[in-house]
């Protein structure tokens, strides 16, 4: 069973994301401690990047602060190998397919295997060109996490029918940010995938509340959550790792 799998095993899973080096790498390693002794099952981990398409103006800040900063690529894998000294929570890289052809798509998915890194999201990378990817991650043993949107409708089962790791099911149109309500189908989308796969899907965008992340976690198999907790990380910047603690224990006892 990958690492992966096991995040989803013990009931509903919480997956946190935040964006690497914002403020700084040593304060990105405090919170993602914080996050796993907080009961996160699963991290994503955003590499800053100049041209973060599918985020709203709360994570757009975090990769301009986490460039500022100095934040690169290998700076990123590095925390990844210091985190893997003692971490064993299965961690998965946010970030967009420029980032990994810049780095050199082979070295970068032979990086993820050797730091540590059990799998890649690439919001901008269309179903239609994962093959662009998916030998290389299937050669590292990486796994390529599908995106299912509300407009996907037609192509759900075929997306699920090929899904590794998890899927993530987008909930709302648009950006990520937070959202004061949801108002997607989920439940429709989360059945036409279980036609196809017992592959976990987990909800994101838009959640920031307990209500919510109990509501997408009740309709799935997990709720991920981003820019509330690059909200705590904007406001409290260095103090940040206890806040980030207390908040990903809230939203992990809500969805228990």
Same mark, same amino acid.
């Given at each position: 069973?990958?690492?992966?799998?096991? /995040?989803?095993?013990?009931?509903?899973?919480?997956?946190?994301?935040?964006?690497?080096?914002?403020?700084?790498?040593?304060?990105?390693?405090?919170?993602?401690?914080?996050?796993? /002794? $907080?009961?996160?099952?699963?991290?994503?981990?955003?590499?800053?990047?100049?041209?973060?398409?599918?985020?709203?103006?709360?994570?757009?800040?975090?990769?301009?602060?986490?460039?500022?900063?100095?934040?690169?690529?290998?700076?990123?894998?590095?925390?990844?190998?210091?985190?893997?000294?003692?971490?064993?929570?299965?961690?998965?890289?946010?970030?967009?397919?420029?980032?990994?052809?810049?780095?050199?798509?082979?070295?970068?998915?032979?990086?993820?295997?050797?730091?540590?890194?059990?799998?890649?999201?690439?919001?901008?990378?269309?179903?239609?060109?994962?093959?662009?990817?998916?030998?290389?991650?299937?050669?590292?043993?990486?796994?390529?996490?599908?995106?299912?949107?509300?407009?996907?409708?037609?192509?759900?089962?075929?997306?699920?029918?090929?899904?590794?790791?998890?899927?993530?099911?987008?909930?709302?149109?648009?950006?990520?940010?937070?959202?004061?309500?949801?108002?997607?189908?989920?439940?429709?989308?989360? *059945?036409?995938?279980?036609?196809?796969?017992?592959?976990?899907?987990?909800?994101?965008?838009?959640?920031?509340?307990?209500?919510?992340?109990?509501?997408?976690? $009740?309709? *799935?198999?997990?709720?991920?959550?981003?820019?509330?907790?690059?909200?705590?990380?904007?406001?409290?910047?260095?103090?940040?790792?206890?806040?980030?603690?207390?908040?990903?224990?809230?939203?992990?006892?809500?969805?228990?």
């Amino acid at each position: 069973m990958s690492r992966i799998a096991d /995040a989803f095993k013990n009931g509903k899973a919480f997956i946190p994301f935040l964006t690497c080096g914002d403020p700084d790498i040593e304060t990105t390693e405090k919170i993602i401690r914080e996050m796993v /002794a $907080a009961g996160a099952d699963l991290i994503e981990l955003g590499i800053p990047f100049s041209d973060p398409t599918a985020e709203g103006p709360v994570i757009q800040e975090a990769n301009i602060r986490g460039l500022a900063s100095h934040t690169t690529t290998d700076t990123v894998f590095d925390l990844v190998r210091r985190l893997r000294a003692d971490i064993t929570v299965p961690m998965v890289f946010m970030t967009y397919a420029n980032v990994v052809y810049s780095y050199g798509a082979d070295r970068f998915i032979s990086t993820c295997e050797q730091a540590g890194i059990d799998g890649l999201i690439l919001p901008d990378l269309p179903y239609e060109e994962k093959d662009e990817f998916m030998p290389l991650c299937e050669k590292y043993g990486v796994e390529l996490i599908s995106l299912i949107a509300p407009t996907s409708e037609g192509r759900i089962s075929m997306i699920a029918k090929e899904a590794k790791g998890f899927i993530y099911i987008v909930s709302s149109l648009g950006v990520t940010g937070v959202r004061s309500s949801i108002t997607t189908d989920i439940g429709s989308i989360v *059945s036409v995938i279980r036609q196809s796969t017992d592959v976990p899907c987990a909800v994101g965008f838009g959640i920031s509340t307990p209500e919510q992340a109990a509501k997408m976690a $009740a309709l *799935s198999d997990g709720a991920i959550v981003g820019s509330a907790i690059v909200k705590i990380i904007a406001k409290y910047g260095r103090k940040a790792p206890k806040y980030v603690g207390e908040y990903v224990r809230s939203m992990k006892d809500a969805i228990r």
